[in-house]
């Protein structure tokens, strides 16, 4: 599958390459020579602004219930993510050697994803990384909220600040079933 994204991806990076020129079809021995790498790197700038997030217990059935409010959220820094699709072997080899990381034993870990039918050890996966590409943790996203308020009062308690959240190393998986 990742070799035929990779083809995919490449047939359309020598197309865009040539558009400025005449277009042309290409033969199976040009396609043949045409290389490309599996997977695709996003890089972002973030600047997300949330009004508020609130939670509360009140309800038909408890109309005393309390709540709770975090206003004016931002997040803001810079991050590097790869998506890639992973075959099976190349997937339980991954999970594997992350659970060994934790002290887990990853085979036995594996073994229970796919007996409670979570994972079918045939299936590929897509991995969305973050990897550690040796940023300045100071480029991290950082998350603040302006205000922290209860009930229906407007006077906030306190902010929340949390700093350089660096996700380097990070790894998501993804797969149905």
């Known amino acids: 599958m990742s070799r035929i994204l990779s083809c995919?991806?490449?047939v359309l990076l020598a197309l865009s390459a040539g558009a400025a020129h005449a277009m042309a079809a290409m033969d199976d021995e040009d396609l043949a020579e045409v290389h490309g790498?599996?997977?695709?790197?996003i890089s972002a700038d973030l600047s997300i602004h949330i009004g508020n997030f609130s939670y509360s217990t009140q309800s038909a059935s408890?109309?005393?219930g309390g709540s709770i409010s975090f206003n004016?959220?931002?997040?803001?820094?810079?991050f590097v993510m790869t998506v890639d699709v992973l075959s099976?072997?190349?997937f339980t080899s991954t999970l594997s050697n992350s659970m060994a990381a934790y002290g887990a034993d990853g085979a036995a870990g594996i073994a229970r994803l796919v007996s409670s039918g979570l994972y079918d050890n045939r299936?590929?996966?897509?991995?969305l990384a973050i990897p550690n590409a040796g940023?300045?943790?100071?480029?991290s996203p950082s998350i603040n909220v302006g205000s922290v308020t209860m009930g229906n009062?407007?006077?906030?308690?306190?902010?929340?600040?949390i700093t350089n959240f660096d996700m380097q190393g990070s790894k998501i998986w993804i797969w149905a079933h």
């Open 88 to 90: 099976a072997a190349s």
């Open 62 to 64: 408890n109309p005393d």
């Open 153 to 161: 009062s407007a006077a906030s308690f306190g902010s929340i600040s």
């Open 123 to 127: 299936s590929d996966v897509i991995q």
């Open 72 to 78: 004016n959220i931002s997040i803001s820094g810079l």
């Open 37 to 41: 790498r599996d997977g695709v790197t």
């Open 8 to 10: 995919v991806f490449a």
């Open 135 to 139: 940023l300045d943790h100071r480029l």
